[in-house]
């Protein structure tokens, strides 16, 4: 079946530091796929989403490529912020429509100022 | 324009206890959705509903959850009874589904986190 492996947290970095999260997937077909981050008591908020191979997501710094030869989606930012501490969930949604979202396990980022 | 409401955020009881969640969609939104998050975890889908018709239940366990989505507009996803290994978040989302496998954004509520003593 479909999956999403993220790579392991907690994440700490200083403000201003580079940021990459690594997201593989393994699905059937061509899938969807989506970042979505948690602040401290809020819901998930889509953060970026790419709906085919080599499609680039963007969104408030965050970029995400659709890499279908790895099989990968890796978030990137070039210089974080104290704000961006949350927690982060790389996500696939399967052909059809079907909008049946898989995520991985999440990723906890904390930014020191 | 308004997010997806859920309510309570926040329920404590003892266990066997029944429990309910609600849940209110963005408005025109046909797809509603429940997912799972235990802690530490992705969420995992519980029931997807497209309109009043539940489409896909097949993770709902079935002996002692159920769901409900009258007039196809809000639902109610209920436990009972519910047991310790039931505390957890409960996500209801809701997407505006299109035609010829367009894929939505789902959009996510709060969540309500159970806790089941």
């Known amino acids: 079946g479909n999956s999403v492996t993220q790579m392991e947290g907690p994440v700490t970095l200083s403000e201003e530091a580079f940021l990459t999260i690594n997201c593989t997937y393994t699905?059937?077909?061509?899938?969807?796929l989506f970042w979505y981050v948690q602040y401290p008591g809020e819901g998930l908020q889509l953060l970026l989403k790419?709906?085919?191979?080599?499609d680039k997501g963007s969104n408030k710094g965050f970029e995400a490529t659709y890499r279908k030869e790895t099989t990968s989606f890796h978030l990137e930012k070039g210089s974080v912020q104290v704000s961006d501490s949350a927690v982060y969930f790389c996500?696939?949604?399967?052909?059809?429509?079907?909008?049946?979202?898989?995520f991985g396990q999440g990723t906890r980022l904390t930014i020191n100022p | 324009e308004a997010g997806v409401v859920q309510s309570p955020r926040y329920k404590i009881i003892e266990k066997k206890q029944p429990v309910a969640f609600w849940c209110n969609p963005i408005?025109?939104?046909?797809?509603l959705y429940w997912y799972l998050q235990n802690l530490g975890q992705g969420p995992e889908l519980l029931i997807r509903?497209?309109?009043?018709?539940?489409?896909?239940d097949s993770q709902l366990p079935k002996d002692r959850f159920s769901a409900e989505r009258l007039k196809g507009v809000d639902s109610t996803l209920k436990i009972q009874p519910a047991e310790l290994g039931d505390s957890a978040v409960y996500l209801c989302?809701?997407?505006?589904?299109?035609?010829?496998?367009?894929?939505?954004?789902?959009?996510f509520g709060p969540g309500t986190r159970l806790t089941v003593l």
């Open positions: 699905a059937t077909g061509y899938p969807s």
């Open positions: 996500a696939l949604s399967d052909l059809g429509g079907a909008q049946k979202l898989v």
């Open positions: 790419a709906t085919k191979a080599d």
């Open positions: 509903y497209e309109n009043e018709e539940a489409v896909d």
């Open positions: 408005s025109g939104h046909n797809t």
């Open positions: 989302a809701s997407s505006s589904s299109g035609t010829g496998g367009y894929r939505d954004t789902q959009y």
